[in-house]
């Protein structure tokens, strides 16, 4: 799994980029005012940074996969930062949001919240997340081999809660890519 983002970056670009991601970013842009800076972790094929880039938004993606990255940067026309995003320094930044869409899937239940906490450095006071996760107890292992780890509803709303965060919205939807996964979804602010 480790270099699955490496290796199979077009596969991921191809099956990913096309989706219309309205339905989950549209509760976090209803909040920003025109010109907002978004940072977008985990960034991936760059789908989210076009489209809010579309929008008026200004955006920075933030990708581990060099590969994946470069793809963003040409399919979005946007600075991507390179980095892992659990040892990078978040601090540098000021951003009015953060999302990460799937970009937490990959990281234990253990190592989650210090993980968030870390990437919540980039926040200004009052700043939002939007975050999803895929829905579940444990892990799954994908088809392609990649491990999934699950989360509960009950324990990431203890984990914002002990971050601060206060939860404006949340939901339960079905996969976009047909998969029957449940993925939730939480808008967060810092307080």
């Known amino acids: 799994m480790k270099d699955f ?5 077009r596969e991921y670009f191809e099956r990913t980029f096309n989706i219309n991601p309205s ?6 842009t ?11 972790v985990g960034c991936g094929s760059g789908r989210d940074l076009l489209w809010l880039k579309n929008r008026s938004f200004s955006v920075t993606g933030f990708e581990r996969s060099p ?25 540098l930044i000021r951003a009015d949001a953060v999302i990460l869409i799937g970009a937490l899937v990959h990281i234990p239940q253990s190592d989650f919240a ?5 990437i919540a450095k ?25 491990i999934f780890y699950l989360f509960q509803n009950d324990d990431l709303e203890a984990i914002f809660a002990s971050l601060s965060f206060q ?22 602010q810092k307080e």
Not at 23 to 28: A, G
């Open 30 to 40: 209803a909040k920003l005012p025109p010109g907002a800076f978004i940072l977008d």
């Open 122 to 146: 980039a926040l200004k006071i009052d700043g939002m997340m939007l975050i999803t996760v895929k829905e579940g107890s444990g892990t799954a292992t994908g088809a392609d081999g990649r």
């Open 67 to 91: 590969e994946l990255a470069e793809l963003a940067r040409k399919s979005a026309g946007c600075e991507v930062l390179e980095g892992d995003f659990t040892a990078y320094d978040f601090s």
């Open 167 to 188: 939860l404006l919205e949340f939901s339960r939807d079905a996969s976009k890519t047909g998969t029957g996964e449940i993925w939730l979804q939480y808008l967060l």
């Open 23 to 28: 339905t989950f970013l549209s509760p976090l």
């Open 5 to 9: 983002y490496r290796e199979k970056h």
């Open 114 to 118: 210090t993980a968030l906490r870390n």
